[in-house]
């Protein structure tokens, strides 16, 4: 069964590291997405991409970084953490945003910046 | 600045009733309507898609209506069951872009 998995599932970091999390579909959508979810907002864009090679900057994507350059993957970047990023973070993937496409989320990576 | 409420307060519906979560929005002219169910430590997934130029959608126990001169959206789930205790997410797109709800909790009460 086509699945989207996010690794890791728990990570605790210092203020100033630089951490990586991980986002692997195996939809073949297109679509990619990266949210974070705290008490109080509820899910923010932070990063977007319509393909290989294609990013794009969401509501809240100050501190953070994509890149793709595959299909299955979007890599989600915390050049220099702050504990303003401790959250939970969603990865989702679509097939086509523009005909209404049903997101399928991730189990989410809960990340904790000390 | 785009805007969507839903109740913030968690909502307790007694077993066998039906539960009517709420979605406004405001400064916004979305395509389609969107709501999904997130159960704790899990991710969003998805329940029903309603366009614009539909007025309702329904799926089993679900319905969902759609009234862009209100700008509300009504889910309903009937015969609720304490298996549907959850947060429910509302979410509106017109394009590329969409915009989620805060949730709302429902509790079930057997």
């Known amino acids: 069964d086509a699945e989207i998995t996010q690794s890791p599932r728990h990570k605790i970091i210092e203020t100033g590291r630089q951490v990586t999390l991980a986002c692997h579909q195996t939809?073949?959508?297109?679509?990619m997405f990266w949210y974070r979810q705290d008490l109080g907002h509820g899910l923010r864009l932070i990063h977007y991409?319509?393909?290989?090679?294609?990013?794009n900057k969401g509501e809240v994507s100050d501190g953070y970084s994509v890149s793709r350059s595959n299909t299955e993957d979007l890599p989600l970047t915390l050049e220099s953490a702050a504990s303003s990023q401790t959250s939970v973070y969603f990865c989702?993937?679509?097939?086509?945003?523009?005909?209404?496409?049903?997101?399928?989320f991730g189990p989410g990576t809960r990340l904790l910046v000390l | 600045s785009q805007k969507i409420e839903q109740n913030s307060e968690a909502l307790n519906i007694q077993e066998g009733k039906t539960a009517t979560l709420t979605c406004n929005y405001t400064?916004?002219?979305?395509?389609?309507l969107q709501w999904y169910r997130q159960d704790p430590g899990r991710g969003p997934v998805f329940l029903l898609l309603?366009?614009?130029?539909?007025k309702e959608k329904r799926k089993e126990r679900l319905k969902v209506t759609f009234d862009t001169t209100l700008k509300q959206s009504l889910f309903h789930i009937t015969a609720s069951q304490p298996a549907d205790s959850a947060t429910y997410l509302c979410?509106?797109?017109?394009?590329?872009?969409?915009?989620f709800g805060k949730g709302t909790r429902l509790h079930i009460l057997p």
């Open positions: 989702a993937s679509s097939e086509a945003i523009r005909d209404a496409g049903t997101q399928y």
């Open positions: 939809w073949n959508h297109n679509n």
């Open positions: 991409s319509y393909g290989v090679h294609d990013t």
């Open positions: 400064n916004y002219s979305p395509a389609y």
């Open positions: 309603i366009r614009e130029n539909e």
């Open positions: 979410a509106l797109g017109r394009g590329d872009k969409i915009i």
